[in-house]
């Protein structure tokens, strides 16, 4: 079932593009990022606005929670009635659980595409959908780019800084201002959340093939432009932290 939904539509998808852009390999991965994006949109936008939300509630949350810290079905139903609930929290997180499949599924498409070893090959062919236009025209993959193996990880580590640089930015941008008044612990646990993201997604730039690093940067990106759409208080936290 995951071959069939994610992994043979992805590996089909890439090599698509790849015929339709000159056999560039890098540009078909970078137009494939921009559409799962827009495929995202919805998901994103809701767990933004969210997130915004949830960062103006905190003060009144904390003044609720002080003054029924010895009633808590009363602080309960005052919490419901300010639109606090176990809703809004999962709407917040919902994205980040949806992204994870689409990068394992991309990171395997990507190494099915490119098809380095011989038996790969074989994978390859039982991937691609039969009426797939000119299929031995298009293998093997063209899989560099500058001075990258598309398959292999940045052996002088550009893209592993460009991920970690951009995720933070992504992160700093689109994390909430504290709000007078609000929960110390949580803004703290949000930085904290947002390090550990940027952590990882650089570890994984060091490990991985460099195709899926180009995915995290261009998404990174994306990811930015579309926050500073939301409303005017975002674009202007967007353009104020790129200056």
């Given amino acids: 079932m995951w071959n069939s939904l994610i992994i043979y539509p992805f590996t089909n998808a890439l090599l698509l593009l790849?015929?339709?852009?000159?056999?560039?390999?890098?540009?078909a991965i970078i137009i494939f990022t921009i559409l799962i994006r827009l495929l995202t949109v919805p998901l994103t936008l809701s767990s933004q606005r969210n997130q915004a939300r949830m960062a103006e509630m905190q003060p009144k949350l904390k003044a609720l929670q002080e003054k029924y810290k010895d009633q808590p079905e009363k602080l309960n139903a005052e919490m419901a009635a300010l639109g606090y609930g176990p809703g809004?929290?999962?709407?917040?997180?919902?994205?980040?659980?949806?992204?994870?499949?689409?990068?394992?599924?991309?990171?395997?498409?990507?190494?099915?595409?490119?098809?380095?070893?011989?038996?790969?090959?074989?994978?390859?062919?039982h991937a691609i959908y039969p009426f797939f236009p000119n299929f031995a025209g298009l293998v093997p993959v063209n899989n560099h780019f500058l001075w990258l193996n598309l398959a292999l990880p940045d052996p002088i580590y550009v893209l592993p800084v460009l991920v970690a640089?951009?995720?933070?930015l992504q992160q700093a941008v689109m994390t909430p201002a504290a709000q007078p008044g609000g929960d110390a612990k949580s803004a703290q646990m949000t930085k904290s959340m947002g390090m550990s993201m940027t952590i990882m997604f650089a570890f994984m730039s060091l490990q991985f093939a460099s195709g899926l690093s180009i995915y995290f940067v261009v998404?990174?990106?994306?990811?930015?432009?579309?926050?500073?759409?939301i409303d005017s208080k975002s674009r202007a936290r967007t353009l104020a932290m790129l200056r």
Avoid: E, H, K, R
């Fill in 18 to 27: 790849y015929s339709l852009v000159g056999q560039n390999f890098t540009l």
């Fill in 88 to 125: 809004q929290m999962l709407g917040g997180c919902l994205p980040m659980f949806i992204q994870f499949p689409l990068l394992i599924g991309l990171y395997q498409s990507i190494t099915y595409a490119m098809a380095v070893a011989p038996l790969s090959l074989l994978d390859l062919y």
């Fill in 165 to 168: 640089a951009t995720t933070w």
């Fill in 219 to 229: 998404s990174n990106i994306i990811g930015l432009v579309q926050y500073g759409f």
